[in-house]
């Protein structure tokens, strides 16, 4: 009886020792820092930006106050507004902070089940013998999350390492879609300001008919068509200022700013053109390697392969417990109270009669299918917006330079002759300012050419490394003031 008790008290001792978790993978999942180190390396490495881990009420308020003197009355560029969107963005703390979540579930998912202890008394104050006839004592615990221990070890590192990515990706979400918003806000101010260069052209000519109407020099109908252009262009420098109004809170929430914080500039033109793009040959071969969203599907479809495996090795078994104790059983003889112990040691598992596993194994197989699936799908579509991003990048730039190279100086030389003709008196007033508004609506379509770049290269930030829609357009911003200024 002996040589029982012992063996199985040292069984449960050694199997509840080689259930643990190694110190290396809990000191992982335990420590935040850690798991945030490779989201701030992704960052610095991708982006040259700086993120932060806000733990505490300190750290806010330390972050509050360094966020408010970069944005306080200062007019921001590009990468101003994604470093204050990078620091101060509370959706991407609360990712962080699901980071943290994952981890702590990651870190359960490899904790043995706590052993369960039962103590029986039996015979409480019966047949002279005491407090009790008989005490028995047992500690259970489960076989199977032992034996499953270095598989559940296994998958708690990949969702570790998913938990990481899905936060990188949030990380480049927020970056990639604050420079959007910039590049909206910027293009929006910069349309208003060119309508209301259109707009006090109108109003030269508005008075001018007004006064040759007085004369009798003009008709009513052409004094009409001048007053019309005028107002309709009112209306539209109003929709074009409350569009670059809502652009800029657009931007604004990005950075997550509010308070005395939200008294920032923003530059009245986008810059200008680069003299060149950059040809990237192998595109499709670095978003493979670079996506996030990608390399979460692989991780996924590891998840899946690991949880496939576990189904198969506990298709027959599916719970499985050790239970050792000891019962101590006293009993009156007549000479006096004697008692004797005795060890106990049950294994207790389900008999696979009715449910042979094969339902779940089905289900594990066909996950992984999915999960297969879905990765090559992925993969597809990443070399595809890989190569779209690219083509628009190149085409956008050219576009612009089009407009920039081209039109515009035959507008203006159009508008130079037009001055010489009217100085000449060979045309009238009316004449030269058409030609002034055709050349102001030629610049507000090199400025959303210019705009239409500028968001391109936004987007092949995305198409190489993740975070947000690639293929990610914008408001035509001056489009309302086009279709008049074209028409008149």
């Not at 080689?18 to 992704?42: E, H, I, M, W, Y």
């Not at 733990?55 to 944005?71: G, L, Q, S, T, Y």
């Not at 308070?259 to 040809?279: E, T």
């Amino acid at each position: 009886m002996r040589h029982l008790r012992s063996t199985g008290l040292s069984l449960f001792a050694a199997l509840s020792l080689s259930a643990c978790a190694s110190p290396q993978q809990v000191a992982r999942l335990s420590d935040p820092k850690f798991a945030f180190n490779t989201v701030s390396g992704t960052t610095q490495s991708v982006l040259r930006k700086e993120t932060v881990l806000l733990m505490d009420a300190a750290a806010i308020e330390a972050n509050a106050k360094r966020v408010h003197a970069m944005v306080q009355g200062k007019t921001l560029n590009a990468d101003t507004a994604v470093q204050v969107a990078l620091l101060n963005n509370r959706g991407l703390q609360a990712a962080y902070a699901q980071m943290g979540i994952s981890a702590a579930e990651a870190w359960q998912s490899i904790m043995m089940p706590n052993p369960v202890v039962s103590i029986g008394v039996l015979g409480i104050n019966a047949d002279g013998v005491g407090a009790y006839r008989s005490i028995e004592g047992t500690i259970a615990s489960n076989l199977l999350a032992a034996f499953t221990q270095e598989g559940r070890s296994r998958r708690a590192d990949v969702q570790f390492h998913q938990a990481q990515l899905a936060a990188v990706q949030e990380t480049l979400s927020v970056a990639v879609e604050t420079r959007r918003a910039w590049v909206e806000a910027v293009a929006a101010f910069e349309a208003a300001g060119l309508i209301r260069d259109a707009q006090s052209t109108a109003n030269a000519a508005s008075e001018l008919a007004a006064r040759l109407g007085d004369t009798g020099f003009l008709n009513k109908a052409d004094q009409a068509r001048e007053h019309a252009f005028y107002a309709e262009l009112t209306g539209q420098r109003a929709q074009a200022r409350l569009a670059a109004t809502l652009a800029k809170e657009t931007l604004t929430r990005q950075m997550g700013l509010w308070g005395s914080d939200v008294n920032y500039f923003v530059p009245n033109s986008l810059p200008r053109l680069p003299g060149h793009v950059h040809s990237r040959p192998h595109i499709e071969r670095d978003a493979l390697k670079s996506r996030v969203d990608l390399a979460l599907a692989r991780l996924e479809l590891d998840s899946m392969a690991k949880s496939r495996s576990m189904t198969e090795a506990t298709r027959y078994v599916t719970d499985l417990e050790l239970i050792v104790g000891a019962e101590k059983e006293r009993e009156n003889d007549g000479d006096g109270i004697s008692s004797e112990t005795t060890p106990q040691a049950e294994l207790e598992f389900a008999i696979p009669i009715f449910d042979s596993g094969k339902a779940r194994l089905k289900r594990a197989e066909a996950a992984y299918m999915l999960s297969a699936h879905q990765l090559a799908e992925k993969a597809v579509n990443v070399r595809s917006e890989a190569r779209a991003a690219h083509a628009s990048y190149v085409g956008k730039h050219q576009i612009a330079r089009h407009y920039r190279d081209a039109v515009l100086p035959l507008r203006q030389t159009i508008e130079e002759e037009a001055l010489l003709s009217y100085n000449g008196m060979i045309t009238n007033t009316f004449e030269l300012l058409a030609d002034t508004r055709a050349r102001l609506n030629s610049n507000l379509m090199e400025a959303n050419a210019r705009r239409d770049f500028w968001l391109a290269d936004a987007n092949l930030v995305s198409a190489i490394h993740g975070g947000g829609t690639a293929s990610g357009g914008g408001a035509k911003m001056a489009e309302v003031a086009g279709g008049s200024t074209a028409a008149h």
